[in-house]
């Protein structure tokens, strides 16, 4: 079973699942919520070891933090246009941080002191147009 912060994650970015799936994936008797309003395009959801969600509002150029108790809030403005999101394995956000007004076209780290640290702007001499989705192995 899903914790209901990790699956408020899922549900802030699906919304065309079907319903039916929460059945699957929910303890008997909870329903799905709506988590926020007041963003413009979501995407990106991660859930760090406290169990709050971050996920990015690309066009507002900000990322949000969900808190388990319900609290929403910026975690980071601006931040590069910032879509796709995972933690590594010592907390630390990375991120691909795309096009458009403010994008950095790159992916970075943001380490828990609050620096931008680059991983990653540039394959065979070109400049990364809108990197997107980032996992870790």
Do not use: H, W, Y
């Amino acid at each position: 079973m899903l914790t209901r912060t990790a699956f408020a994650s899922c549900l802030i970015f699906t919304a065309a699942a079907p319903l039916a799936a929460a059945d699957e994936i929910l303890e008997p008797g909870s329903k799905p919520i709506k988590a926020v309003d007041g963003c413009e395009f979501t995407e990106g959801p991660v859930v760090d070891a406290k169990g709050n969600v971050l996920f990015s509002d690309g066009p507002n150029d900000r990322i949000m933090l969900l808190a388990p108790d319900g609290t929403l809030t910026e975690f980071r403005k601006p931040c590069g246009r910032v879509n796709g999101m995972t933690m590594d394995g010592q907390g630390r956000l990375v991120v691909c941080q795309s096009s458009g007004e403010g994008g950095k076209r790159r992916v970075a780290r943001f380490e828990l002191d609050g620096r931008e640290t680059v991983l990653a702007e540039r394959f065979e001499g070109k400049r990364f147009i809108a990197p997107n989705d980032v996992c870790l192995d």
